[in-house]
């Protein structure tokens, strides 16, 4: 195999790799070795273990993007401030590295008021402009953080953060609702809470206790539920971001099953999506980001 | 000491009993043994660690209420249904037990629509009421789940709870904000966040990243961050509840610490505020249920 350079993205909770022949994909590899049980002498191990296989005798280019970069992670990638490109500066070198490797770290971006950061989203951001010339508009990229990003001449110009994955996984997983969410889905109770808490922020609150006592006193099927908690909060989010969507050219990068539910979302509100695969977009971004380095080097 | 009944507050995470004389306190304990840390046959064994220097050679009555009534309780006590009175019916009997108690336990309350339950709060009410004669207004019980409860003509009218303390808990304990969330408190930015939720609620989704963010950015006090966190979800709260305190005669019924931070809240808001001490309405509230049991047996 010939390998020509390695792409990885780290981020808090996965590590993930792939041998890279320019644009094209060779292999890939993956742990839970993500930045939260890694620590600081703990990088180069972790990687190793999934790439050794995929080395030469020449040295490789290994280009990450995400919490890798942050004060805690291989290498402190300090924050670029938009308004920006998505990928602005050269990623930064990791120093002292396996003298088969030099690795590098794409910075992420950061927005002073009202403040906000990410890691990782401008890798896909950027990789999501190189194959879309000249757009302007706002990409969403749902997740346990999902961003709203607001993109006009090549450049990342604001963006906001929401908790709403990590808001789902606490409430559905840890909070009294555990007892009465389950795995399954129902699409019209999603479209149906969405719709709610959209036009009526204020009462997210008050409707999250009502699934517990809709289970214990109606014994509602718990895939309903499951649905309407992701709808409620998902609801709560378009509410907030209502200037982002409406009448905006809209893109979501994500995971195929997050990005469908956000897109039902948004299309039942009138607006039109465009939907792109968030492991491509990744590669294309840590490709540019490699371009960067060679023409700094 | 002569102790004359015994009462109990049994909730999810706490047992506490009191040794009364009629009205009077003679003797307090507490343990750790809430409901859902004891299994079916653990009740009474859990409350005997307590109460067992209090016993007579008469046998005594024992009024709990809680949680411990629930399905998987003690014994269940089936809610009544609102509007009704706060405790409309006699407690129901503990089958079975040590011949040296006489134990109840006092039911809850539940609303068909909106769904909505409540195990505990209706006691304190009912004890609330006993020195409010003729009292009409909402009565706000702030906790990990708080209620907001409409009273006329001395039944329940209405009511919803909001999963305010458990979010609190969740996001301060186990979110990605748990690295930024202090131990100390700050009034001043407690009242902003709460005034913002409060006029804006569609924007807690937004905020809440942005605590972490601050600190990441501006390295915010952990103190301002932790009031900021509860001002934003109490304000969300408020938005909510508006038409249950707006013009509204309200009392809190409370641990003084929280009370103090919803009172706060409301009268900057305009609201006039009474405050009860939750464990004295528990306790004139049982002791209104043993004399529905003395009436009915």
């Known amino acids: 195999m010939n390998t020509e350079w390695i792409a990885v993205d780290w981020g808090t909770s996965h590590l993930r ?34 790439i050794e296989g995929w080395l030469n005798d020449a040295p490789l280019d290994v280009i990450a993007c995400g919490m890798v970069g942050a004060r805690q992670g291989w290498v402190e990638a300090p924050y670029s401030a938009v308004p920006c490109e998505p990928t602005p500066v050269a990623p930064f070198r990791v120093p002292g590295t396996d003298p088969r490797i030099r690795a590098f770290v794409v910075p992420g971006l950061k927005q002073v008021a009202p403040p906000d950061v990410m890691r990782g989203e401008e890798t896909q951001i ?18 346990t953080h999902t961003k709203w990003v607001q993109v006009s001449a090549g450049e990342v110009v604001s963006f906001r953060t929401f908790m709403t ?21 129902d699409d019209a109770a999603f479209a149906e809470a969405a719709a709610d808490t959209l036009s009526k922020p204020e009462q997210l609150a008050a409707r999250l206790f009502g699934l517990r006592a809709a289970d214990l006193l109606q014994g509602q099927d718990s895939s309903v539920t499951r649905a309407q908690l992701s709808g409620f909060l998902i609801g709560a989010e378009l509410a907030a971001t209502r200037p ?13 099953g997050l990005s469908d539910i956000y897109t ?3 299309q039942q509100q009138g607006a039109f999506v465009e939907t792109a695969n968030s492991t491509q977009c990744t590669l294309a971004g840590l ?11």
């Open 17 to 50: 790799a792939w041998a890279m022949q320019g644009a094209a994909v060779l292999d890939q590899a993956q742990s839970d070795k993500g930045m939260a049980r890694v620590d600081k002498g703990g990088f180069e191990p972790a990687l190793f273990e999934l």
């Open 126 to 143: 950027a990789g999501f402009l190189a194959s879309h010339q000249n757009w302007d508009g706002v990409i969403c990229l749902p997740g």
């Open 165 to 185: 994955g990590e808001m789902f996984d606490l409430l559905a997983g840890q909070s009294v609702l555990k007892h009465s969410v389950g795995h399954g889905w």
């Open 244 to 256: 982002y969507w409406l009448g905006q050219q809209l893109a979501i990068i994500g995971a195929e």
């Open 264 to 266: 039902k979302a948004l």
């Open 287 to 297: 490709l540019q980001a490699r371009n960067l380095t060679r023409q700094t080097a």
